[in-house]
């Protein structure tokens, strides 16, 4: 089992930064990638970023590229999320997740992801 919670959401003007946090527990952090998802409203899911359990491979998706940063500290046992150059169409629900079978690579799917958060709401005002 293993238990993820995001911290850092809020409210930020366009161009703005925000940071999330996804603090985990239960596994050995290290052993596992981790990824960040979201959902707008009336919207699918979609992936974000993923980091490999040693920070050594990272993906994005091609809208957050440039501007979003993912990575990790696995002495915390948390993952990270640098948003910078907010947009409004940033604005969504951001879940971070665990993969616990990842054989190096992070996977961009939903659906290898083994463990969810609850989410944090971002909301980017123009």
């Known amino acids: 089992q293993v238990q993820l919670v995001e911290s850092g959401g809020g409210l930020v003007q366009a161009g703005g930064s925000l940071r999330l946090s996804c603090a985990a527990s239960g596994r050995t952090f290290s052993s596992y990638a981790m990824g960040w998802f979201r959902q707008a409203p009336g919207k699918e899911r979609e992936f974000v970023a993923s980091?490999?359990?040693?920070?050594?491979?990272?993906y994005y998706a091609g809208s957050v590229k440039g501007r979003f940063t993912i990575f990790r500290d696995n002495a915390k046992n948390t993952v990270y999320l640098q948003m910078n150059s907010l947009k409004p169409e940033d604005t969504a629900v951001y879940y971070c997740?665990?993969?616990?079978?990842?054989?190096?690579?992070?996977?961009?799917?939903?659906?290898?992801?083994?463990?969810w958060g609850e989410g944090t709401q971002v909301t980017v005002s123009s």
């Open positions: 997740a665990a993969d616990l079978h990842s054989s190096g690579l992070p996977s961009r799917s939903i659906r290898e992801y083994d463990y």
């Open positions: 980091i490999s359990w040693s920070g050594g491979n990272i």
